[in-house]
């Protein structure tokens, strides 16, 4: 299984409201991550987990707040966002290992999401 | 900071036609490197990847990859093209012996291919 999973696919949300993505991988990976990917651009890191404890936040605003509850899932919860803030949330994970194997990410197929 | 350029941000080619995606890393190390693929409204699906060992790669969908260090290049090739390739092409690089967390993507490329 080579999967990532991400749930919903498509997600429509006011301002005031609050809402989550959820990932899911089942590969042993002990590193997970969540992209913002804007329309025509590479995606952009947001977060890092790493062993379940967030090790890397890039700058993110803190409506943006991750969760790591076991090595399996990866949650992102959304409150008050802003309509700049709609984009496709991307999910991946690795093993993390820094020698050359087994470097890569896996993606998740991303949850649309737009903000009104 | 190591980065990726891809040159081109829209490569259009018929069917059956060679199809050449250039990407050139910075770096006087060789990192690793990868081509993902992604279509639309759709996540990143890995093509190849370089990690140093053979210089020429062969992914999925018929696609492989040259690593060439005189050049700093890492160009994505396909012998004939189909409709179904029509994607947008990420290169992508992880410092040699860094953490996956440092993937550092190029802008992209966006591949037309005409019937």
């Known amino acids: 299984d080579t999967e990532v999973t991400q749930t919903p696919k498509h997600l429509v949300m006011g301002m005031t409201n609050k809402k989550s993505l959820k990932c899911e991988q089942h590969m042993g990976h002990r590193a997970m991550y969540w992209y913002k990917q804007k329309a025509k651009k590479p995606p952009e890191l947001m977060f890092v987990?790493?062993?379940?404890?967030?090790?890397i936040n890039e700058s993110v605003p803190s409506r943006f707040s991750p969760e790591c509850p076991n090595s399996s899932l990866l949650n992102l919860h959304l409150h008050a966002l802003q309509p700049e803030d709609s984009a496709l949330y991307l999910c991946a994970s690795s093993q993390d290992r820094a020698d050359g194997a087994n470097t890569e990410a896996f993606f998740g197929q991303g949850t649309r999401l737009t903000v009104v | 900071a190591q980065s990726v350029t891809q040159l081109g941000s829209h490569v259009s080619v018929s069917e059956g036609a060679l199809v050449l995606l250039r990407c050139n890393y910075s770096?006087?190390?060789?990192?690793?490197l990868f081509w993902y693929v992604q279509y639309p409204n759709q996540g990143l699906q890995l093509l190849l990847k370089y990690t140093s060992a053979a210089t020429l790669v062969k992914g999925i969908n018929g696609f492989e990859a040259e690593f060439k260090k005189s050049e700093t290049s890492f160009h994505l090739t396909k012998p004939s093209a189909h409709m179904s390739d029509a994607a947008e092409y990420f290169c992508a690089v992880i410092p040699s012996g860094a953490g996956s967390y440092q993937l550092t993507f190029g802008k992209g490329t966006k591949l037309s291919v005409i019937p």
């Open positions: 770096s006087s190390v060789p990192p690793y």
């Open positions: 987990y790493s062993y379940e404890k967030l090790s």
